[in-house]
């Protein structure tokens, strides 16, 4: 199974900003539709963007002006920039792609709905 894996979270003051990465830990044929989530201790997780291949976008409304969700496909790698960050931002934020294609061991497989550990974001003063 391919393993999507999150990085760029951190500590960071209210209004400010910081950027998500996702990225697949090996070589893949193709990716489809990737998404950022995100998840409050105590709450249930939340989409916060979507992002198609052909790259349509949709996000939360709690987002929308704030965060931007975008690929790279030669990279196969998702971003979310976030902006303008409030405290209520503050959360364990996940990818997903929902189909995965890769070779392995010479066999052509696809992993559907495919999760990242995470990365956590704290905006605090």
């Known amino acids: 199974q391919v393993q999507l894996v999150e990085s760029g979270g951190g500590l960071v003051q209210p209004g400010g900003s910081l950027r998500l990465s996702c990225a697949a830990s090996?070589?893949?044929?193709?990716?489809?539709?990737m998404g950022w989530y995100r998840q409050a201790p105590g709450k249930q997780r939340e989409l916060v963007a979507t992002?198609?291949?052909?790259?349509?976008?949709n996000y939360t409304d709690s987002v929308k002006g704030r965060f931007t969700i975008s690929r790279d496909n030669a990279k196969n790698t998702a971003y979310l920039q976030m902006n303008s960050l409030k405290p209520e931002d503050t959360a364990v934020y996940y990818c997903?792609?929902?189909?995965?294609?890769?070779?392995?061991?010479?066999?052509?497989?696809?992993?559907?709905?495919?999760w990242g550990q995470g990365t956590h974001v704290t905006v605090s003063s």
């Open positions: 992002i198609t291949s052909p790259g349509h976008t």
């Open positions: 090996r070589t893949i044929f193709s990716i489809g539709a």
């Open positions: 997903n792609a929902d189909r995965i294609s890769y070779y392995y061991g010479g066999v052509f497989k696809t992993d559907f709905d495919s």
